[in-house]
DNA sequence: TGTCGTACTACGACTGTCGGAGTAAATATA
DNA sequence: TATATTTACTCCGACAGTCGTAGTACGACA
């Protein structure tokens, strides 16, 4: 069965999750797990692509963090909100992706010129 | 306007090339114009993308190259065709595109929820 | 004479992703 | 009670596709 690889996926990272995070601040672990479940596991991010993500993306602006430090234990955890130029830049995601799939999409051949 | 990232295309170049040396053998040259033409504009492959994609191609043995000596003034072009395992890849790959595409549409949200 | 188009090659840098390892507490299972 | 799994991360180095820059060389056109 068909997977999805890394390169083909590569710069989508970024709007899966300020996609979640528009709805609501979240944290890693979660992110993952939605990702997961919203894909029926067809996608399934890995951890050190994600943190790395959510650091790239808070350098750039494009989210801030808050940290809870009252759970239980003592543990901390890091939220990520997004932030106006989140949204910008997701909405131009968004655009460029219009774009992409058109592109591609002139050189998806149909099974019958593949005969 | 909005502008495809490397990110973006990453991972499809391999199947841009292919799908224009399904129909005929060519070169670098004539599908770097191809791609251009046939997108309008919308995307140019690097020149050096496209030509370190034809190394990575032929060792993996998606594409053999075979070099036309007799061009004017004694200059030397080197075309590609396709092989079989190249077809196969191909048709791999639009399979994963399908796939991708549903998932990455999964994280489009509609201009509603953005405001 | 000089620029543009054709047709490449070489080299090094960049960046997102990934594999592997490590840490540590809470909860579920045996 | 002992062990495995889940939760929630961090750090490090490697990989690979893309890209910027530069260089080569011939022909056509102005």
Redesign the interface.
């Known amino acids: 069965m068909?997977?999805?690889?890394s390169?083909?996926?590569?710069?989508?990272n970024d709007?899966?999750i300020l996609?979640?995070l528009?709805k609501n601040p979240s944290y890693g672990y979660e992110i993952s797990k939605q990702i997961r479940t919203?894909?029926e596991e067809?996608?399934i991010i890995k951890e050190t692509t994600l943190y790395s993500a959510f650091t790239r993306m808070e350098k750039n602006g494009f989210i801030e963090s808050f940290v809870d430090e009252d759970l239980a234990g003592g543990k901390k955890r890091t939220y990520y909100r997004i932030t106006q130029a989140g949204?910008e830049h997701?909405?131009?995601k968004?655009?460029?992706?219009?774009?992409?799939?058109?592109?591609?999409e002139?050189?998806?051949?149909d099974e019958g010129?593949?005969l």
């Open positions: 068909a997977e999805i690889s390169d083909v996926i590569r710069g989508y709007i899966f996609y979640l528009l919203l894909t067809k996608y949204v997701y909405k131009a968004r655009e460029e992706w219009v774009l992409t799939k058109e592109v591609i002139k050189f998806i051949a010129s593949l």
